[in-house]
């Protein structure tokens, strides 16, 4: 059993920077972060495995957001940077037990999302 607790979102203007955490408790093979704009489905943000060893990105968000992982405490990170109105989106935090995906089926454990809004 994986529990997944995020934080961290907000309200920034275009151009802005925010940080996303996931406090992951228990063991997952890959995390990775989704997220889902109002009248769209979820879409792939960025995931890693758990060794850090293998990272993929969207391409939407390449360059502009960082996805890490703390080993001390077992916090997922992801650093939004250049943050665009287009961002703007509930921004969910998955672990697999499977392999790492960006791919949403292949995630077992979901975040209960947190709201990023980036205004123009």
């Known amino acids: 059993q994986v529990q997944l607790i995020e934080s961290g979102g907000g309200l920034v203007q275009a151009g802005g920077a925010l940080s996303l955490s996931c406090v992951v408790s228990?063991?997952?093979?890959?995390t990775g972060w989704f997220r889902q704009a109002p009248g769209k489905e979820r879409e792939f943000v960025a995931a890693?495995?758990?060794?850090?060893?293998?990272?993929y990105y969207a391409d939407f968000v390449k360059g502009r957001f960082t996805i890490s992982r703390d080993t001390a405490d077992n916090t997922v990170s992801l650093q939004m940077n250049s943050l665009k109105p287009e961002d703007t989106a509930v921004y969910y935090c998955?672990?697999?037990?499977?392999?790492?995906?960006?791919?949403?089926?292949?995630?077992?454990?979901w975040g209960q999302g947190t709201q990023v809004t980036v205004s123009s």
């Open positions: 228990g063991r997952a093979y890959a």
């Open positions: 890693m495995s758990w060794s850090v060893a293998n990272i």
């Open positions: 998955a672990a697999s037990v499977r392999g790492l995906s960006v791919d949403e089926s292949a995630y077992d454990y």
